[in-house]
């Protein structure tokens, strides 16, 4: 069996129903190495299910091509059948079949005089031996999950592409599965594209990280770079839940409501900036100031506090230590910490506050 390689050249989508140029997925370029898993990442109606239909051969693209270990399965005018890709599909709601036991279900479709021991292997290895004959309706949803990843496994397929797979279970069962899942795939040598809209979910167990927002990829990197080096201000709220402030500029400074921000005189400035990104940890709160936000909410969070404060008709997040008396309603001053660094976008360009 060998692993497989996906790659994704300039792909468009949309739905019949859909205007002209009304695109649900605009050139979008990807490719998965061999062993790699995956993550798809991004909010609802993105086209994370649109991406994953057209993969598995569910939909025809509009433009664009798709190659599976060297040789093509989508083009505008060639669509190779889904059944004929040999590609494993976990669904969201596992799709399972409810009149068949956990050992029909995950040799259900398998071709007759195949070979049933790597069937046999996956119900040991997916911990569903003791349940072989047990139906659906008598799984909990870790084991449903576990039963559906080792029928998308059994034929032999090499990629596997699961769709938000842990969405209905708890948080217990979905960190267990989720550590799981990478051991589990290196076992069998298949690669896989994981769609979650959990970023967390996604930056602890991928290789890499496709990041989408209205049908456009905006960021495809190892989950270290996402974290140090967001490529537009949407990766950065969306994926790592860092403030965005809108700015107006004066020369080489930036206003905002929470004070002025300079960047080094060498930069060279391409596009105007709109926003500034920071961390939660990067603003500091007093009430002797002049007030300029006010607190709309507090999570508390073990060992501090995120509060959110509206800034105009922005809200940010503020980290604090577990000391601060303070209720939603309060009015309040905040401003930037001395020495904090941000960036603008667009241009991803270093700032500071003095
Ligand atoms: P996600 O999985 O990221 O939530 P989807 O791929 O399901 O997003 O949907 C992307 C966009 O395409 C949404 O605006 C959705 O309403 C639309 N859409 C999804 N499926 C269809 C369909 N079968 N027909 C028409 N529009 C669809
Ligand atoms: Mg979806």
Request: proline share 4%; glycine share 8%.
């Given at each position: ?39 798809l990442l991004?909010p609802s109606?993105?086209?994370?299910t649109t991406?994953?239909r057209l993969?598995?051969?569910f ?32 669904f969201q ?6 009149h068949l036991?956990v ?16 069937a046999?292997?996956?119900?040991e ?5 003791d ?24 034929p032999g397929?090499s ?7 842990f ?9 267990k599965?989720r ?23 996604a ?5 890499r990280?496709?990041?989408m ?10 989950p270290?770079?996402?974290?140090q ?33 300079m960047i080094?005189?060498?930069?060279k ?12 940890d ?5 009430n002797?100031?002049e ?5 709309v909410?507090k ?15 922005e ?19 905040l ?11 667009p241009?991803?360009?270093k700032?500071?506050s003095?």
């Open positions: 069996m060998s692993v497989s390689h996906l790659v994704i050249e300039d792909l468009w989508h949309k739905y019949d129903s859909y205007k002209e140029n009304d695109w649900v997925l605009k050139s979008i370029n990807f490719n998965l190495l061999p062993g790699e898993l995956v993550g991004g109606g993105s086209g994370k991406l994953l993969i598995a051969g939909e025809n693209p509009g433009k664009g091509k798709i190659f599976l270990n060297g040789n093509q399965i989508s083009s505008v005018d060639n669509v190779l059948p889904a059944e004929k890709r040999g590609i494993g599909m976990v709601d596992y799709a399972l079949f409810p036991t050992w029909q279900n995950v040799c259900f479709g398998l071709p007759s005089r195949f070979d049933l021991s790597r046999e292997w996956l119900i290895l997916f911990g569903l031996l349940l072989r004959k047990r139906y659906p309706h008598e799984l909990s949803g870790g084991q449903k999950q576990r039963l559906a990843l080792a029928r998308a496994l059994a397929n990629l596997i592409v699961l769709d938000e797979p969405c209905s279970l708890d948080v217990a069962v979905r960190g599965l550590n799981e899942l990478s051991n589990v795939l290196n076992s069998c040598s298949a690669t896989a594209l994981i769609v979650t809209h959990d970023p967390k979910e930056l602890a167990i991928c290789d990280v496709a990041v927002k209205n049908g456009e990829l905006h960021q495809f990197s190892k270290s770079e996402i974290v080096s967001p490529s537009t201000a949407f990766v950065g709220k969306f994926v790592l839940q860092k403030n965005l402030l809108p700015i107006r500029t004066l020369s080489n400074k930036y206003k905002t409501t929470l004070g002025e921000l080094s005189n060498e930069v400035i391409n596009e105007s900036p709109q926003v500034c990104m920071f961390g939660s990067d603003i500091q709160i007093s002797d100031l007030v300029n936000s006010v607190v909410a999570e508390f969070c073990n060992d501090h506090w995120i509060i959110i404060l509206r800034v105009e008709d809200l940010i997040r503020l980290r604090h230590s577990l000391n601060i008396q303070i209720n939603i309603g309060d009015k309040c001053h401003s930037f910490k001395k020495g904090f660094n941000g960036l603008l976008f241009g991803k360009i700032c500071f003095n």
